[in-house]
């Protein structure tokens, strides 16, 4: 049915289909990469102060969602062990006063090495935490003021980056096209 279907749709009407597809597709000329990953820290190095308090070992797992121009468009961090869940658009709650908004910086040096830093602010017992993804490996880095810091570090990672779905409907436009195109030939055969 949908082969029949196909095969009298007009080619012209399957071209401007897919011209559309691409004129509206959102990320269409800036595309948007959503990387997402998980997997195992290993803790590296620690304050004797935390020693207790951080595990050997923790899993976890997110995303960052970037414009090709290295712009951050949305962001989130779980790690398990930590019991800590960040993600765009928290504020901390420090118990001296107003919530406290985070500085969030974003560096990208090439599609799949970047660094996140979200920065509480400057009181003593504001924490930063940093993640970043160099080659194959991830550090996240927790700073939590006089109480010293942590590490963790995975080297076996896995990650995936995806188009975002606007991109992905332009694609699938021009495959549509091309399969419109291969059905009207052999068809005409």
Do not use: H
């Not at 121009?69 to 658009?89: A, C, F, K, M, R």
Request: charged share 20%; no cysteine.
């Amino acid at each position: 049915m949908i082969k029949t279907l196909l095969q009298k749709l007009p080619a012209g009407v399957a071209l401007g289909m897919s011209v559309v597809g691409l004129v509206f597709s959102p990320t269409a000329n800036a595309q948007s990469i959503r990387q997402e990953f998980e997997g195992n820290f290993t803790r590296t190095q620690v304050s004797p102060l935390l020693t207790n308090f951080s595990p050997e070992d923790t899993d976890y797992s997110g995303f960052v969602l970037f414009s090709e121009d290295g712009t951050l468009e949305d962001w989130q961090i779980s790690v398990d062990g930590l019991e800590l869940d960040l993600e765009s658009g928290l504020t901390l709650d420090g118990g001296l006063g107003p919530d406290l908004i985070p500085t969030i910086s974003f560096d990208l040096s090439s599609p799949s090495d970047w660094d996140l830093s979200v920065d509480f602010g400057i009181a003593f017992d504001a924490p930063r935490y940093t993640l970043q993804r160099n080659a194959s490996k991830f550090t996240f880095i927790g700073e939590v003021g006089r109480a010293g810091g942590y590490t963790y570090q995975d080297s076996s990672i896995t990650q995936t980056s995806v188009p975002e779905p606007g991109t992905i409907l332009g694609i699938l436009a021009v495959g549509g096209l091309g399969l419109i195109v291969k059905l009207k030939e052999q068809t005409n055969s």
